[in-house]
């Protein structure tokens, strides 16, 4: 027992020498890091990044734009948004697909900017046009089976105008009734348009898009092989529902939507470290894209007067610096208590996005293979740090550092 407290001990003062300022954490030496590690093996557990272990592409991180009912983003909240330099960095629009095609137009300014940044523009229709629905309205009902081209027609109509999109959803959350614009359909009846007309809607098909990403509902819809043949990404939102792998399904996954709490502002930080947690669940649920709700709202990465609030900025903190084409790779998802972990790389470039979810400063040490590091440059933010920066030289293929309180740490390789 004396032997432990006195690990104990010793593991505390070595903490305590490193945490001068947890504003602004220094980074451990090696030598420091390797003490800590050797007087404390049993509480301090490395993490381990295995680069040679592919486990999905990236797509990216977005948010959804909804002309017709928040208004367009203005320019300069464009950039805002999308710049991986001077904004978040979202890679992302998610856009829906008016019933109207004299509306179409509008979506086009900011799905331009979006891919002016390298990003993409992905699309969802709530409804189909009244006239092609079983029971002539927008809300509710269900596509005519003799509206099917018709309809697939109306979506690629909407992708030319806008000037082309990643991927579109011929139907959002189908498995929810509501009482605004909507469909309500089976997996079979949305399998049934796809496998008809999936070829015909002028986009990649991204489907099928229930409202908490259930299994059941997506299995029964990849049940039809057609359909399934016709399908790109597999997409839903996560409403209720702690993301998961779906397993061998043979496609990607995209989150398209979701938000944490529509009463708490975005500039809460316990609200924005539940979304930064969320985002690493996703991931590491091997799914490829985090898409949030409104870009811009009160409760979302950017405020209604157009400046970046806390869950911006932890977006950012995966949206700058994990670009779209990069892979993640194997890493310890959870080597800390409170502390969560994802890796990515592309070519020689590694990104570790880190969350410290403990109040305190947490020392966390690393080693690494399949790739080169001579060193990182480091960003994170806390409840009063935005994207801060420094930066640190790596020796052979490990390294220690010193974690923030609450917070969420970015390392991009140089």
Known sequence: ????????AVAMLLLAGCAKNQTEPEFSSEIIAKKAQTANAD???TATIDAGTIQQTIKGFGGANIVAWTGDLTSAQRNTAFSPTS??????????????SSEFAAEKATIDACKSFGGSAIAS??????????NGSIVGGKIKTTSYANYAAHLSAFN?????????????????????ESMELT????????????SNCGAPIMAPEPF?????????YLSNATAKSKTSFVCGHIYGKTPYNLGNIGKPVWMTEHYTNSSISGDDWSNAMTAAKEIHDCMNSGWSAYVWWYIRRSYGPISESGNIQK???VMAQYARYVRPGFNKIACSENPSTGVYVTAYKSGTKLVVVIINQNAATTYQSFNFSGITVSGFNRYFTTSSANLSTNSFAVTGSSFGINLAPSSVTTLVSY
């Open 311 to 313: 869950v911006g900025y």
């Open 212 to 220: 908490q990403m259930n299994q059941t509902y997506i299995n029964t």
């Open 125 to 134: 229709a709530w409804s189909a046009p009244a006239s092609m629905k079983t």
């Open 87 to 100: 904004g978040i960095g979202l890679s992302i629009v998610r856009v829906r697909v008016p019933n109207s």
């Open 187 to 198: 997996a079979s009846e949305v399998a049934d348009f796809v496998a008809a007309q999936g």
């Open 160 to 180: 030319t105008a806008v000037g082309g999109l990643a991927a579109i959803s011929p139907t959002n959350e189908p498995d929810y009734k509501v009482n605004y």
């Open 43 to 45: 509480l301090l557990a």
């Open 1 to 8: 027992m004396k032997k432990n407290l006195f690990k104990v």
